[in-house]
Each structure stands twice: as structure tokens, then as C-alpha cells.
């Protein structure tokens, strides 16, 4: 499958009913999910069991599933969140275990994990516990971030080690009443991080 065909099929992925500010429930965007996934894809990490930390509507694990990745499982504390996640995982025929679980208490061990944590805009240092479990529970990590965060993710992660970034412009469209238009394009960074502790 090809990358566009892929975000195609991602632009079906349901978004949040009613997003929380708090847990900065913001829509990944189809073009970004498929372009990580793609990235994770062309570096062979998705050929063993993946997990989506902060899953939200399941766009990532969905992904991951769409392009053959053998066991997907997305993890969220909202419950909302996960039975849409459900539903558009159904709608695209593609087998994905979604479990309402918080972050600290994500259980077992996966290859890779592909996350589009919270940016920390609304409760600084948000992003860190996904971080922080996403070392503890696999070998590869690809995650996105505000664009400025290499010199902090370099150092909070150590031992393990930065491979690959770059950035992207993340269309982030109004979700929140504090939002003033309806789309703006945000400089996040694609990271991918191995696992060497």
C-alpha cells in the first residue's frame, strides 16, 4: 500500500466527539499518521506487536494495522474515545485490541510505539509519561513533538538515542473554544528513538 492510499483510508478514522482540553485531545491528522506510520513501515518496526500510547480515536493503531503490522493494541484513558476508536477499526476491517488503560499502568511488552502525545501546551510537561513508559515497554519508539524539543528529548531519554527527526507542518484544526482559526499549522518534529538501556 502506498502512502497516500494509506492516509486515504485514515481520513475514514473518526475524530473526538467532545475532546478534552486537559488531555489535549487534538486529531492527529491523516497525512501525519500515514507519514510516521510510513516512516515506521520503510525501517521495518512494524513487523512485530505495536502499541499506540494515547491512542484517542485509534488513527495510529489503525494504521499500523492497515499496513499488516501482526498484533496492534492502542491504549487510552478515555473510554469515548476507544469505543469510536472500535468502531472505525470495525469500519475499516482491520483487527485492533484498544484498552482503557492510563498511562503508567500500560501492561506488557511491544516492538515499537507509535504516539502523538500530549505538546505540554496545556499542562507543562505532559508529554514526559508517555516518555517515560513508552522506554519501559518497547525497543522502538516514534513519537511527535513541538518543533524545538531535540536538545529536552535527547536528554530525558538518555541512554536510549535519538536515530532519526524531522519536521513537519501539523494542520491543527479548531477543536477548543480557545482557538482562534479554524485550522493552523503548527511545526511539530517526527521522531524515531531506539531503545538501548
Known sequence: MKQRQLEILLEQVAVFES?????????????IAAELLYFALMRGDLVDTVYDLGCGTGILAIG???VDAPTVVGFDIDMTALITARQSAKKLGVDVEFVCSSIQDVPGRAHT???NPPFGAQ???SDRPFLVRALEVADVIYSIHNEGS??????????????????????LRRTFKFHKKDIEVVNVEIYRIENRS
Open 19 to 31: 475532546p478534552s482540553p486537559s488531555l489535549e485531545q487534538y486529531t492527529t491528522p491523516a497525512g
Open 64 to 66: 499500523a494495522a492497515l
Open 113 to 115: 510505539v507509535i504516539m
Open 123 to 125: 499542562v507543562k510537561g
Open 150 to 171: 531535540y536538545e529536552f528529548i535527547k536528554k530525558f531519554i538518555s541512554p536510549a538515542v535519538i536515530t532519526d527527526r524531522y519536521k513537519v507542518g501539523f494542520p
